[in-house]
């Protein structure tokens, strides 16, 4: 179809030609004439060219992570007896991706090719489709174009972000075999005596192996632990209603990132780990940097169900936990708001796993709520803290600007020290 230029130079000459007619100048008539047989051959010009062009488009890397440029690399190719005109290029990207992917080629010759490289940024985590393609041939005039799609979608898989964790130190005999054999692996004997590591107050004085005490001219503790101990379970909570907040701010989005940073954590320390959802069936235990990256898809495309507030989803999952009989190193329960119910089912998984932790994000530290639904919200987050530090289950309460990294390394729990982030309201 025309282009503006293209539809003004038109109406000129049609203008000129009926001026000429009513003043019966030929050479005027001619010239309205011969504007408007120009934009007629730029039409057939586009149309009835001679040129063929296809596109494949290349994206690098395939999944990737908020804020991480993503490169699109394009190749042209013309497979036509002629001459391809000027080109506009289009790749249209759908929300939640920045980038200018519009541009000109100045033709391609038979048989010819033109490599384009681009660049897009995606905001938050979740599944795009980059394309079509659309190339818009234009006549050397300017004055018609043609567009037509060159190339289908291509899938961009976004990983939530993730933070760099350590493992959280602990005392005495809770502390797992993974932890004292990335210290100091010795030659086991079988599956009772798998390692030894340095005494730490709380330690039971009957396991002192004193032939290393003796060579080491200090106390050492038999790791009376087994290989299958390595394994955590990271349960993320998916119900709508304990989460507040929309797009990259909400509590929601928050708890996936921590989350996925949890199964990077695992994964590099050596851990078997599997992910569990209140709603969908998750991903079974496995060990690996490809379990890692199941994970880490399934944490991408990951949404919230449900609206009503009687969802127990969660509480049934839990108690699957709890009755399950294989007994784990760690689970990690990941949530925002958490009150009396959540806080006395996780509690109860303290006996089936050596180390049990809940990451909250609570909603009213994220939403538009007033000061007395706030202090309220924070109140109810402290009891649950409390209720489920007395079953030794560490508590991570955190906000919009803390972050996990720092709070998940500490040692101290929320009982053992009057819950450190209770002082800090966020009232204003």
Same mark, same amino acid.
């Given at each position: 179809m025309p282009t503006g230029r293209g539809w003004v130079v038109a109406s000129t000459g049609l203008g000129i030609l009926v001026l000429g007619a009513i003043f019966g100048n030929q050479p005027l008539q001619q010239l309205g004439?011969?504007?408007?047989?120009?934009?007629?051959?730029?039409?057939?010009?586009?149309? *009835?060219?001679?040129? $063929?062009?296809?596109?494949?488009?290349?994206?690098?890397?395939?999944?990737? *992570?908020?804020?991480?440029?993503? $490169?699109?690399?394009?190749?042209?190719t013309n497979k036509g007896r002629g001459a391809a005109p000027m080109l506009l290029l289009e790749e249209r990207l759908p929300p939640g991706l920045s980038g200018h992917t519009r541009f000109g080629l100045h033709g391609i010759e038979p048989g010819g090719h033109r490599d384009a490289g681009l660049r897009v940024t995606p905001e938050r985590r979740g599944r795009y489709a980059i394309g079509p393609?659309?190339?818009?041939?234009?006549?050397?005039?300017?004055?018609?174009?043609?567009?037509?799609?060159?190339?289908? =979608?291509?899938?961009?898989?976004?990983? =939530?972000?993730?933070?760099?964790?350590?493992? =959280?130190?602990?005392?005495?005999?809770?502390? $797992?075999?993974?932890?004292?054999?990335?210290?100091?692996? $010795?030659?086991?004997?079988?599956?009772d005596f798998y390692t030894m590591r340095e005494y730490v107050e709380g330690d039971d004085l009957r396991k002192v192996h004193w032939a290393s005490t003796a060579k080491r001219g200090r106390f050492m503790i038999r790791q009376e632990e087994t290989p299958w101990h390595t394994r955590a379970t990271v349960v993320v909570d998916d119900r709508a209603a304990p989460y507040e907040g929309s797009a990259t701010s909400s509590s929601f989005e928050r708890a996936a990132s921590a989350a996925a940073s949890l199964l990077d954590l695992y994964c590099r320390s050596g851990y078997g780990f599997s992910l569990v959802t209140a709603h969908g069936a998750g991903l079974a235990s496995g060990r690996g940097t490809d379990h890692l990256n199941r994970g880490l898809d399934l944490l991408a495309t990951l949404e919230l169900r449900g609206s009503s507030s009687g969802d127990d989803s969660f509480l049934q999952r839990v108690r699957e936990l709890e009755g399950a009989a294989a007994h784990e190193a760690a689970l990690v329960v990941i949530t925002g708001a958490v009150g009396a119910a959540e806080a006395l089912a996780v509690s109860r998984c303290a006996a089936r796993f050596k180390q049990v932790s809940v990451v909250s994000f609570p909603a009213h530290r994220f939403g538009h709520l007033s000061t007395r639904a706030r202090w309220e919200g924070e109140q109810r987050t402290l009891e649950a803290a409390r209720l489920m530090g007395r079953a030794r289950v560490r508590s991570v309460v955190l906000g919009p600007d803390d972050l996990l990294g720092a709070a998940w390394g500490s040692p101290r729990t929320t009982a053992r020290k009057e819950v450190a982030w209770g002082a800090r309201t966020e009232l204003v």
């Open positions: 004439f011969g504007l408007i047989a120009l934009v007629g051959l730029a039409l057939l010009v586009v149309r *009835r060219g001679r040129f $063929s062009l296809t596109a494949a488009r290349t994206i690098s890397p395939a999944r990737t *992570r908020p804020q991480q440029q993503v $490169s699109i690399e394009l190749v042209l393609l659309q190339i818009s041939v234009i006549d050397p005039f300017g004055l018609a174009r043609t567009t037509s799609e060159a190339a289908p =979608p291509t899938p961009l898989l976004v990983h =939530p972000a993730i933070e760099p964790l350590g493992l =959280p130190r602990e005392q005495g005999e809770r502390r $797992s075999m993974s932890q004292a054999s990335l210290r100091r692996l $010795s030659g086991g004997r079988g599956e």
